[in-house]
């Protein structure tokens, strides 16, 4: 009987009590963990860098030079263009992240790994590749085997005769033109062709001549700058030239977005003319743990002249140990579990002992490189190898169960299609699956590595020293690491000076490093989101 | 890869197909695909006997027996779950893909039984070009989508002009001549699978596999590749799979009526099926009573 008279007075109310309480206990179950690590961070960093202790006037004057005119020009881009307000912001980040590698970079050169050395080898290197894709193009009848032979007798004499050679010329150029050479060079390349991709093909020659320029120009700057040519030459190949194409490529690709750089300069300018003004007007600057002496020197009795340069070159060295052992061995496995493979209860087996292997406490992996390495294969303790070797085992697992996932990220209708077209498995991982899947893989692993820089125990357990005061010069010596020597100072040599500002300061320098590699995943994952 | 491979195929193991012999391999009779009369005398390009296929231990295919005539377009029809597709993917044995499947019977291909043991699937495949449901360019540039299928067969020539040429038979050509170097997974959905397409037939296969190439596009990408299978029909031997009945009365020459179970009902020229089918089942369901 429903006739178009009939109404309805109300709908009645459903209850939602239940629903917005339980909302609410999530809220306040993020928060805590949030706001406890802000004040436990903001605790630390005022311990190291003390910032309470500046002159009032160097705090106006940032504040004044910096800040305003940051916050002035960053909301006004916020509010009317904020594509041109994240060019600006990337800029920023960009040149402040890639300026730490470059300081990590700029150490290797100047302590471990001689210009001359690493000129050798990436000359040897470039013959080397050479030499092969010669081989390729000169006769593709050639039967692989006979290939195969001939790229690896040029590969072995390359590297086994060029860098010798190259050491023992009587007179060799400058550290700065060979650092200009061998690392400007592949810096100059990739601007080059970033340039062709932004920009257009006929600026690639161009651009790849100003890289080159500005990087060979290190040698000049460095020692008016009193940093030294090497230095100098590494931050502009590793932080100033990439950052300037990245900011030149992307204004031509996109001119709209030129008044970001407006951003860019007001944090820069801001922090020259501020820097200039305090000295100018003789305001004393905080005084903080975090400074150049810190950075620069060794472990010292007194806490006042310690530092953390061994300790800093040491994790850099075990990082590049443990991803050179940890990749190739980590992402073979993931493809071969992924894509090879047949699902039985074997592979079953082996993939829910990965994922328990993943939760295995550290000092479990520091027991079993003792274990293995130092006691069976009787190799000295506490050396570079050892330790990148234990800490590559500990963070094995993870880089197979993030790799896989991106393995599996991948969607099948691409490895259907590849199929459909006649190819073999092979061709298939080696052309769709790996390029695809690469920057996922490529943020697993740095995220793992983020764990590894950050481990104590396995390092105490194979007998790392707590304390060195030089960097270790070879993959034989013995070496420290932050954590370590962090761990050192909070126990070793406890005093009120170290562990109420030494230990914050070797914190927040750890924290840093581990963020500026974190960042590059982050914007890996970034670049992986918006391709999909 | 040989100089003529059809010749190859064929002669290989002529034995095995008594129907199919190398004169009628050779001789090129049916130009024209606008007839849609008799097409008796076109050859056969495919032709299927027994097939059964079954998934674990569910049939999928019940004794499919069908010829595929060379240089028109054989449509497949049938509800969901009746079998289309999977015969489609008996043709390349993408099949074999898929553990559970297990595949009886013989399917010629140019008179070549391609599950007798010593064919090599993946040689199989680069002979037939498949274009599937949703669009699946890979994430490379518009070139190298092209060129895929050039570069892994190791194929000799100028690639330049088979990418060109492959991209104007896709009608794709006018669109993306400017950016070839972008990625193709910044076209459109009509134009990836037109890309698709141009990815099929670059390496020049014996026929083109279409699994609902359509099905995920709008109304006007649909008629663009329909326009575009009647056109390459011309050249080269298409079997599609569709939902659409109203498509496959467009533009196929011939027919496939399967039906729930695995069945093929009915196979015959398209207008006859359309129009005066043989069996009740077929009727009722073309006329929208079942399925």
């Known amino acids: 009987m429903a006739t178009q008279q009939e109404q309805i007075e109300g709908f009645g109310h459903v209850s939602r009590t239940i629903g917005t309480v339980f909302r609410y206990v999530l809220l306040a179950a993020t928060l805590f963990g949030i706001v406890a690590l802000t004040i436990l961070l903001i605790y630390v960093a005022n311990d190291a860098i003390q910032p309470l202790t500046a002159d009032p006037g160097w705090h106006l004057t940032f504040f004044l030079t910096l800040v305003v005119p940051t916050l002035l020009v960053g909301g006004y881009l916020l509010r009317t263009d904020p594509a041109s307000f994240r060019f600006g912001a990337t800029v920023v980040g960009l040149l402040a992240v890639s300026t730490m590698f470059a300081g990590g970079a700029a150490m290797i050169f100047v302590d471990i790994v001689p210009p001359v050395v690493w000129f050798g080898y990436v000359v040897a290197l470039g013959l080397a590749l050479g030499g092969v894709v010669g081989i390729e193009r000169l006769d593709r009848r050639l039967p692989f085997l006979a290939r195969f032979v001939g790229a690896g007798a040029v590969i072995v004499a390359a590297l086994g005769i060029v860098p010798g050679a190259i050491q023992s010329l009587p007179v060799y150029p400058t550290d700065g033109i060979m650092l200009t050479l061998s690392l400007g060079a592949p810096v100059a390349v990739v601007v080059g062709r970033y340039a062709a991709a932004e920009a257009g093909r006929r600026w690639t020659a161009l651009a790849m001549l100003v890289a080159l320029a500005a990087v060979g120009a290190g040698e000049v700057l460095g020692p008016l700058l009193a940093i030294g040519a090497v230095p100098a030459t590494v931050l502009l190949a590793v932080a100033v030239v990439p950052t300037a194409g990245y900011a030149v490529g992307h204004t031509r690709r996109f001119p709209a977005r030129r008044s970001g750089l407006a951003l860019t300069a007001a944090v820069l300018g801001g922090a020259l003319v501020g820097a200039a003004a305090v000295d100018a007007l003789g305001f004393a600057g905080p005084q903080s743990w975090v400074d150049w002496q810190f950075l620069t020197s060794a472990h010292s009795g007194t806490a006042a002249e310690a530092g953390l340069y061994p300790a800093i070159g040491g994790s850099i060295l075990l990082m590049v140990t443990v991803a050179a052992l940890s990749f190739p061995l980590g992402v073979g496995a993931a493809v071969y579990l992924e894509e090879y493979a047949p699902d039985n209860r074997f592979t079953r087996f082996i993939d829910v002992n990965i994922s328990n292997l993943a939760g295995v406490p550290s000092v479990v992996y520091g027991l079993l490189g003792l274990g293995v390495f130092v006691t069976y294969l009787g190799q000295p303790t506490g050396t570079v190898l050892i330790g990148g070797a234990t800490l590559a085992l500990l963070i094995l697992p993870i880089v197979i169960i993030s790799a896989r996932e991106a393995l599996r990220s991948v969607p099948d209708s691409m490895r259907q299609a590849s199929y459909g077209m006649g190819a073999t498995r092979w061709q298939t991982i080696k052309n769709v699956v790996l390029p695809r899947a690469f920057p996922g893989i490529l943020t697993g692993t740095i995220l793992a590595l983020g764990r590894a820089i950050g481990e104590t125990a396995p390092l105490i357990m194979i007998g790392a020293p707590n304390v060195l005061f030089s960097l270790p010069t070879s993959l034989s010596s013995k070496v420290s690491a932050m954590p370590l020597q962090v761990y050192a100072w909070a126990s070793l040599f406890a005093s009120e000076p170290f562990y109420q500002a030494a230990v914050p300061a070797g914190v927040v320098v750890l924290l840093i490093v581990l963020l500026s590699m974190n960042s590059i995943a982050i914007v890996l994952r970034n670049k992986y989101q918006t391709d999909q | ?291």
């Open chain 2, 1 to 291: 890869m040989t100089e003529n491979p059809e010749q190859e195929y064929a002669a290989d193991e002529s034995t095995d197909d008594p129907t199919t012999d190398d004169m009628l391999v050779e001789t090129d009779v049916s130009e024209s695909v606008a007839a849609s009369g008799p097409t008796m005398s076109a050859n056969t390009v495919v032709r299927a006997e027994n097939i059964n296929v079954w998934y674990n231990d569910e049939q999928a295919l019940q004794d499919i027996s069908l010829e595929i005539p060379e240089n028109q377009v054989t449509a497949m029809i049938g509800p969901s779950g009746c079998g289309k597709s999977t015969f489609l993917r008996c043709i390349n044995r993408m099949n074999d893909l898929i553990d559970a499947a297990r595949v009886e019977g013989d399917l010629y291909l140019r008179g070549k039984n391609v599950y007798d043991d010593d064919v090599d699937p993946v040689a199989l495949r680069r002979r037939v070009g498949m274009v599937f449901q949703s669009p699946n360019p890979f994430p490379k540039s518009i070139y190298d989508n092209v060129a895929y299928g050039l570069k892994i067969q190791n194929k000799k020539g100028d690639y330049d002009e088979i990418v060109e040429e492959s991209l104007k038979r896709a009608a794709l050509w006018d669109e993306v001549s400017d950016r070839l170097d972008e990625s193709g997974l910044e076209l459109s959905g009509g134009q990836q699978q037109r890309l698709c397409i141009a990815r099929a037939i670059a390496p020049d296969p014996e026929v083109i596999l279409m699994d609902e190439p359509a099905s995920a596009l709008d109304p006007v990408a649909t008629s663009q590749i329909e326009d575009l299978i009647s056109e390459l029909a011309e050249e080269y031997t298409v079997v599609i799979v569709t939902h659409n009945m109203q498509q496959a009365a467009r533009i196929s020459n011939k027919t496939a009526v399967f039906l729930t179970g695995g069945e093929l009902v009915e196979f015959d020229d398209t207008e006859k099926i359309f129009e005066n089918p043989e069996s009740q089942r077929v009727e009722d369901y073309i006329t929208g009573k079942f399925g």
